[in-house]
């Protein structure tokens, strides 16, 4: 689990701190100095590093000729550099790794949100989430590189993230209710089973 001092001074603040830590959780790494190396869709066995210095030094070896992710968020080393050479040890800073790593992850939701038609509803956010980082994962999302690409801008609306309750907070006030749902407060409990049969659980 991240700290949450770390997620709030370091992680892009467009980002809940619940969605932050469900993207590196799901996408990313414990270890700040996490060097994973892919060519060719193969895992390439890398030594595990032991300092910064020994993680840079990996980073280099294999930067340009390799898809290289580094550090929490498991950033994609590279992007943006020419030159190994011009790789800056901040990839394996806990605190800058995952700056970047969320801003970046932030961009790649607004391009899915708006590959989506940027929904209002709060339902559609968990399905932006995964194909997110789905796109984190693979670096494309519809055949476009999600890393290089142009960040379409604006808010991430109807970030849903649990409550104290173990349910989804609602999201905007604007969002507009569903036509063809009752909100729960209105259903008697009579009529529940019109929707579902609950009558056969259990042999009954």
Same mark, same amino acid.
Do not use: H
């Given at each position: ?53 020994? =993680?840079? $030094? ?7 000729? #390799?898809?290289?992710?580094? %550090?929490?968020?498991?950033? +994609? !080393? ?70 290089? =690409?142009? $960040? ?7 970030? #849903?993230?649990?409550?104290? %309750?173990?349910?989804?907070? +609602? !999201? ?33």
């Amino acid at each position: 689990m991240l700290d949450a001092a770390l997620i709030k001074d370091c992680a892009d603040p467009s980002l809940k701190p619940a969605i932050v830590e469900q993207f590196v959780t799901a996408a990313a790494s414990a270890d700040p100095l996490a060097v994973t190396v892919r060519s060719g869709g193969r895992l390439i066995l890398v030594p595990k590093a032991r300092s910064p210095d020994e =993680a840079m $030094d990996i980073v280099r070896q294999y930067a340009g000729k #390799a898809v290289v992710r580094v %550090g929490l968020t498991q950033f +994609p !080393a590279g992007v943006g550099v020419k030159d190994p050479a011009d790789l800056k040890p901040d990839l394996v800073d806990a605190c800058q790794n995952l700056r970047m790593g969320t801003v970046m992850f932030a961009k790649i939701m607004r391009i899915v949100a708006k590959w989506y038609g940027n929904p209002k509803s709060a339902d559609a956010f968990p399905q932006i989430f995964e194909d997110a980082v789905f796109a984190w994962k693979t670096g494309e999302f519809e055949g476009v590189s999600v890393f290089q =690409a142009e $960040d379409p801008g604006g808010p991430i609306t109807n970030q #849903a993230e649990p409550n104290d %309750g173990g349910e989804t907070e +609602p !999201a905007d006030e604007e969002t507009p209710a569903q036509t063809d749902v009752e909100p729960r407060e209105s259903q008697e409990v009579g009529k529940a089973e019109m929707r579902i049969d609950l009558s056969r659980i259990g042999g009954k």
